[in-house]
């Protein structure tokens, strides 16, 4: 056992003033958000939570950048290999060593002493190996899924961009706000597709009703959702609700095609560059952290409208790409789950590195997925 101050320096992140197009990933507490010229640090790093969203590690072993609402990890590779330390993190409840009040946090000083178990190097380096077999099917899936989406956009643009009739888009979806209360809920399980799920892993979270503490929409496989939250941070769901006790968050814009059969159509056109234009046209709020656009506004909005022939067309294109997104999040979701049982178990010796026949893990079992 060791602190993770004695295999790890934890440094700050900073605001980049300057953000460009560059080649350098910047890291925010939802993820990648913009590019930047100027590397942080070049070397492999763990990235922790500083503030909000506790629960969201990043790892990363190319040059990058982070702003201050991550601190990253200057690691020690003598003492401990980036990826195990990264997996020995995600063990850990780090909403439990909050210190904050208002908003979660942590601080250097909390995070120095939180305990690590610390094997030999070539120990690490195994577990690491396997573990590594479900992450590398896990990020092959998720580059696939963002193929497949930029495939779908690009057509949508070059059909639809221009010389194409436009109708408002309250003549073809409405907006949903059929509202659930937890409170008289007792006894379910919701699947809740929520903001921090997005930002998360893009998947919804099955909870107990009664944890949840707001009203929430409802929803079903026929909806398209559109976070109205900091509209600049694009979120958007189509939902497969795999129950029949789906919400979301009121974060969101809950529309419904008149004619469901046209959804990926509609989808498409509310996913594209020109209708977050519009959105960020009609957002209230002075500040960037709690602008909201306002749902009736988007009524007003001109949608692509060609003939039903022309969205039939786009449809039989589009719908079975849009399934197979579906069906990629699935498995990696299981993918994930796998990973995160067998995590304990390597880390603790009661699974026997040495024996794992990496071989047949990849070939057989992970194969399929």
């Known amino acids: 056992m060791t602190r993770l101050g004695d295999v790890c ?3 700050y992140g900073k605001d980049h003033k300057k953000l460009s197009d560059g080649s350098i990933p910047t890291y925010g507490s939802g993820g990648i958000m913009r590019y930047v010229d100027t590397a942080i640090c070049e070397q492999p790093s763990v990235l922790i939570p500083r503030k909000g969203t506790l629960g969201n590690l990043f790892y990363t072993d190319e040059p990058f950048w982070t702003v201050d609402t991550l601190f990253w990890t200057d690691i020690d590779q003598t003492k401990i290999v980036p990826k195990y330390l990264y997996y020995q993190l995600k063990q850990k409840d780090l909403a439990s060593y909050n210190v904050g009040t208002a908003v979660p946090s942590l601080t250097v000083e909390v995070l120095n002493e939180i305990d690590l178990d610390v094997p030999s190097i070539d120990k690490q380096r195994r577990i690491v190996e396997v573990l590594n077999s479900f992450d590398s099917k896990i990020a092959l899936n998720n580059r696939l899924n963002d193929y497949l989406l930029e495939l779908v956009s690009s057509v949508f643009a070059y059909r639809f961009s221009n010389n194409v009739n ?6 073809v979806l409405s907006i949903s706000t059929k509202a659930l209360k937890p409170q008289e809920h007792a006894g379910e399980i919701w699947e809740h597709y929520s903001i921090p799920a997005f930002d998360e892993n893009h998947r919804p979270v099955f909870e107990p009703a009664s944890g949840i503490k707001s009203n929430k929409y409802q929803i079903d496989s026929e909806c398209i959702l559109i976070s109205k939250l900091n509209p600049s941070t694009k979120r958007i769901w189509m939902p497969y609700c795999s129950s029949n006790n789906a919400v979301c968050s009121t974060e969101f814009i809950v529309y419904r095609p008149y004619l469901k059969e046209y959804k990926s159509f509609y989808y498409a056109a509310i996913d594209s560059p020109r209708f977050t234009d519009y959105l960020l046209e009609h ?3 002075s500040t960037g952290s709690r602008q909201r656009a306002q749902s009736k506004d988007t009524l007003n909005y001109l949608m692509p409208n060609p ?6 067309d786009f ?11 579906q069906i990629n999040e699935q498995q990696t979701a299981k993918l994930e789950l796998l990973r995160d049982a067998l995590l304990p178990k390597l880390m603790s010796g009661e699974i026997d590195v040495s ?6 893990l990849t070939n057989n079992h992970l194969a399929g997925c």
């Open 9 to 11: 320096a934890i440094r």
């Open 166 to 171: 436009t109708t408002e888009l309250k003549n």
């Open 283 to 285: 957002v209230s709020g």
């Open 307 to 312: 003939g039903k022939e022309e969205i039939k």
């Open 315 to 325: 449809c039989t294109f589009a719908d079975p790409i849009y399934r197979h997104i």
């Open 355 to 360: 024996k794992v026949d990496l071989t047949q």
